[in-house]
């Protein structure tokens, strides 16, 4: 490809190494604690999911930030990465890959893009439907409490649950839009769909380069929006959700430093983590479990259950696809009684019992 082969650094090449340099700057500061818990007494009195969710409907919530990873859509299908025997990175020996990771290193992608396609066609936004936890962070929105959603996930779902792109932040990127490696072209995601779906090598128009959605592979920089906005983001934010991740992959989860010490911080998520469960822990909350049964609870406790089924049946009729009828169904269908019209009914994911 143009441009591999001349001497010095490229464009790209310089990107990365001040990337390195800001990631390990991020994941410093993170440690250092942007905020320190200086505080004498408990931000609230029962630090238990318990105590939150009557503090939640006695005192309410004004400014909520929710961070998310791949656990809020393994109820949707898709795998995480990390979970033994069923992560994503456990179940790629298909691909033949040096490492699992190399299937999102940069380096790798470029010398070899066919098994990240063949990913990309089977993860693909539109394959799965939004959970429950994706329309409460709508319905936290559509109550004017969500000032944003930071997301590490690339599956498009808060996007299909209809929240507006300008309350998120997709930390990792998107498939929404995808540029040329080269020249830097851009491409809509209905031209990446076709050659993904075609089981054709995305190449530029003009160079010939590698077309690429915008999902942040390894050795490449983050959105600017994930640098810029938080510091506004997090001021007089008075409760931060974490569901779905274990903080485990940087800068993403130095985000949590981003709270105020008067912020309380909820974590759900199917595994302690350490940084949660500290002796002197004013303003932290495990709920060690699933994270669309949290929904439900949180729902139940504030009285929105009712809304948020209702929305998620709405929603949910719009991904019901029409029934193809054959020659031998039109002809059943004309023998019967034109007396009633026949209602399909669309499937609903109600809350777990």
């Given at each position: 490809?143009?441009?591999?082969?001349?001497?010095g650094p490229?464009?790209?090449?310089?990107?990365?190494?001040?990337?390195t340099?800001?990631?390990?700057?991020?994941n410093?500061?993170?440690?250092?604690?942007?905020?320190?818990?200086?505080?004498?007494?408990?931000?609230?009195p029962?630090?238990?999911?318990?105590?939150?969710l009557?503090?939640?409907?006695?005192?309410?919530?004004?400014k909520?930030?929710?961070?998310?990873?791949?656990?809020?859509?393994?109820?949707a299908?898709?795998?995480?990465?990390?979970?033994p025997?069923?992560?994503?990175y456990?179940?790629?020996q298909?691909y033949n890959?040096?490492?699992?990771?190399?299937?999102?290193?940069?380096d790798?992608?470029?010398?070899?893009p066919?098994?990240?396609?063949?990913?990309?066609?089977?993860?693909y936004?539109?394959?799965?439907?939004?959970?429950?936890v994706?329309?409460?962070?709508?319905l936290?929105?559509e109550?004017?409490?969500?000032?944003?959603?930071?997301?590490?996930?690339i599956?498009?779902?808060?996007?299909?649950?209809?929240l507006?792109?300008e309350?998120?932040?997709?930390?990792h990127g998107t498939?929404?839009?995808?540029?040329?490696?080269e020249c830097?072209?851009e491409f809509?995601k209905?031209?990446?769909?076709?050659?993904i779906?075609?089981?054709?090598?995305?190449?530029?128009?003009?160079c010939?380069?590698?077309?690429?959605?915008?999902i942040?592979f390894?050795?490449?920089?983050?959105?600017?929006k994930f640098?810029d906005?938080?510091a506004?983001?997090f001021?007089?934010?008075d409760?931060?959700?974490?569901?779905?991740t274990s903080?485990?992959?940087?800068?993403?989860?130095?985000?949590?430093?981003?709270?105020?010490?008067n912020c309380?911080?909820?974590?759900?998520?199917?595994?302690?983590?350490?940084?949660?469960?500290?002796?002197?822990?004013?303003r932290?909350?495990?709920f060690?479990?699933?994270c669309?049964d949290?929904?439900?609870?949180?729902?139940?406790?504030?009285?929105?259950?009712d809304?948020?089924?209702?929305l998620?049946?709405?929603?949910?009729?719009?991904?019901?696809?029409?029934?193809?009828?054959t020659?031998d169904?039109?002809?059943?269908?004309?023998?019967k009684?034109?007396?009633s019209?026949?209602?399909?009914?669309?499937n609903?994911?109600?809350?777990?019992?």
């Amino acid at each position: 490809m143009s441009g591999r082969d001349s001497p010095g650094p490229s464009g790209r090449e310089s990107q990365e190494v001040l990337e390195t340099i800001r990631v390990s700057l991020t994941n410093l500061f993170s440690r250092l604690a942007l905020h320190p818990d200086q505080s004498a007494s408990k931000v609230i009195p029962d630090l238990s999911f318990d105590g939150f969710l009557s503090h939640w409907k006695s005192n309410g919530f004004k400014k909520i930030v929710t961070m998310v990873g791949a656990g809020i859509s393994t109820s949707a299908g898709i795998p995480d990465f990390r979970t033994p025997g069923s992560g994503l990175y456990d179940n790629l020996q298909k691909y033949n890959l040096p490492h699992p990771t190399d299937i999102f290193e940069l380096d790798y992608f470029i010398e070899n893009p066919k098994p990240f396609y063949a990913l990309a066609k089977e993860l693909y936004p539109g394959n799965f439907r939004p959970t429950p936890v994706h329309y409460f962070i709508r319905l936290l929105n559509e109550k004017n409490l969500l000032v944003r959603h930071y997301t590490q996930n690339i599956d498009s779902l808060e996007r299909l649950a209809g929240l507006p792109e300008e309350k998120m932040v997709e930390a990792h990127g998107t498939f929404h839009t995808n540029h040329c490696l080269e020249c830097g072209l851009e491409f809509s995601k209905e031209w990446m769909k076709e050659k993904i779906f075609s089981d054709t090598i995305p190449l530029c128009d003009a160079c010939n380069g590698i077309v690429k959605p915008d999902i942040v592979f390894f050795g490449e920089g983050m959105p600017d929006k994930f640098y810029d906005m938080p510091a506004e983001d997090f001021k007089n934010c008075d409760l931060l959700i974490v569901m779905g991740t274990s903080l485990e992959v940087y800068p993403f989860a130095s985000l949590v430093g981003h709270a105020e010490p008067n912020c309380l911080r909820v974590l759900i998520n199917r595994t302690s983590i350490d940084k949660f469960g500290s002796p002197t822990n004013k303003r932290d909350i495990n709920f060690i479990g699933d994270c669309d049964d949290a929904v439900w609870k949180m729902a139940e406790a504030l009285g929105w259950s009712d809304e948020l089924k209702a929305l998620i049946k709405k929603e949910g009729s719009k991904f019901e696809k029409p029934k193809v009828r054959t020659s031998d169904n039109k002809h059943n269908d004309d023998k019967k009684p034109k007396t009633s019209r026949e209602v399909p009914q669309s499937n609903q994911i109600e809350k777990k019992s």
